[in-house]
């Protein structure tokens, strides 16, 4: 059997095509190199060499075992990284903030990926506004945050999600309006409504609202679809939030129609730009951005 040391030796021989180079760099003597060669050429029973070219050329069954001893290498370079991996034991907690999202979904998808190659480490989860789970990324209390825009990112790094957020009227069942496929500003106008509090996303609304925005009665704001889908329930008004924040809304009771114009706003995966991460959460990271960036293309 042919040890990878003299695959290692033949390689450097071929590409510096000198042996005398090759020894140099390789940190052996010349005369080392020529008895290995020699006892090389004898393992494999041909001859690799052109004797007597300068520089020193290959024969075809050199060529040949050149292209095969890359391709040993390699692969033996990259088993022993996996099981390198494979052994290396990252403990620790990764600590997420998120919304009520669609994209939720796909963060969910990410964490049940990395369990199972990580089942060491766990998961913090804690859901509110995008501006409270900045806050709790800045003071170190949250490692990563699920965020709906808009959004300031100035600090921050990010990967945008591949998932429309839809922005939804929730309203009681029985009422006419729950019967339509889609409600317009006009249609809310002179009800009690529920909008959300962060400001940005409040501003949002208030644009697709338009001319109607001054004639709204706003009874309240809420921060989370489910409390805003709660104070529907109890008769308060109606809230308008994004679809994904009631996954399992029973629409016996609550419906949710989609607004039009239709509004729609994205999501970003975000962490503190520059921050030094424990290994769990860095590599859960990377994780996210290889599966991402594999779905976008």
Not at 145 to 168: C, T
Not at 225 to 245: C, H, K, P, Q, S
């Amino acid at each position: 059997m042919i040890e990878t040391r003299l695959l290692h030796y033949f390689l450097t021989v071929a590409r510096e095509r000198n042996i005398t180079n090759a020894a140099r760099a390789l940190h052996i003597t010349q005369p080392t190199l020529s008895r290995q060669m020699a006892l090389l050429e004898e393992e494999i029973g041909a001859r690799l060499f052109i004797r007597g070219s300068r520089p020193l050329t290959l024969t075809d069954e050199g060529l040949l075992l050149r292209r095969r001893a890359e391709e040993i290498l390699e692969l033996l370079e990259k088993t022993e990284a996996e099981v390198s991996a494979r052994e290396e034991q990252v403990e620790g907690t990764v600590s997420i903030g998120c919304g009520e999202l669609a994209s939720v979904k796909l963060l969910t998808d990410l964490m049940e990926s990395f369990s199972r190659r990580h089942p060491q480490v766990s998961f913090d989860v804690y859901t509110e506004n995008a501006d409270q789970i900045r806050h709790r990324m800045d003071n170190g209390l949250t490692d990563i945050g699920l965020l709906l825009e808009p959004v300031d990112m100035e600090r921050y790094a990010y990967i945008r999600l591949p998932v429309r957020e839809r922005w939804v009227a929730v309203m009681p069942a029985g009422v006419p309006l729950a019967k339509r496929e889609h409600v317009t500003a006009g249609d809310l106008a002179g009800i009690p409504v529920i909008l959300p509090s962060r400001q940005k996303v409040h501003a949002e609304v208030a644009n697709w609202f338009g001319a109607c925005y001054d004639s709204l009665r706003v009874i309240g704001v809420s921060n989370l679809g489910t409390n805003a889908a709660m104070m529907v329930r109890a008769g308060l008004g109606y809230a308008l939030i994004v679809e994904g924040a009631l996954p399992f809304l029973d629409q016996s009771e609550v419906r949710m129609v989609p607004l039009y114009p239709e509004l729609t706003a994205t999501s970003v995966l975000a962490w503190k730009r520059g921050q030094p991460f424990p290994t769990a959460v860095s590599r859960f990271l990377e994780h996210a951005k290889s599966l991402l960036r594999a779905e976008a293309e």
